[in-house]
């Protein structure tokens, strides 16, 4: 993945809703966007999200824009299963079994039925497309 990327391609999402979800310029019925990415190989699983903020650098006026119009995810995955759960923060729960999960479904270590096992208990849901 190139730097520029996720943020190129999530722009287009934006521009592309011209004359389909709003006319002319009525650029508040512009909708939300959401850009997931998987990215594998990384030294350490992560979960990561980029969107735009409003900060004020001089003066005390906000905007009164929407500042969550463009919301990029990206998932940075090892691709190692473990089998091992540590303890983390509450906060950090999700973002653990998003990429355990991930980790399950792209490992070559396990065949598809041990994945599913894998998964239904450590995930707690059936990875029924597995077997298409």
Known sequence: MQKGETKFYTCRLISSQKQRE???MKFDDIVKVYS???V???KS???NRIHFMQDSLYGT????CSSDLI???IVGITGAWKEEVKELD???TEGRELC????TLFTNDLNNQEKMLSDSEIHLFPVNFLHA
Do not use: P, R, T
């Not at 006026?61 to 009164?64: P, V």
């Not at 355990?100 to 980790?103: F, H, Q, R």
């Open 22 to 24: 709003f006319k002319h």
């Open 36 to 38: 997931i990415w998987i």
């Open 40 to 42: 594998a190989n990384m």
């Open 45 to 47: 699983d992560s979960v």
């Open 61 to 64: 006026y906000k905007w009164n």
């Open 71 to 73: 919301n990029i995810i």
């Open 90 to 92: 509450i906060e950090q």
């Open 100 to 103: 355990g999960m991930l980790n």
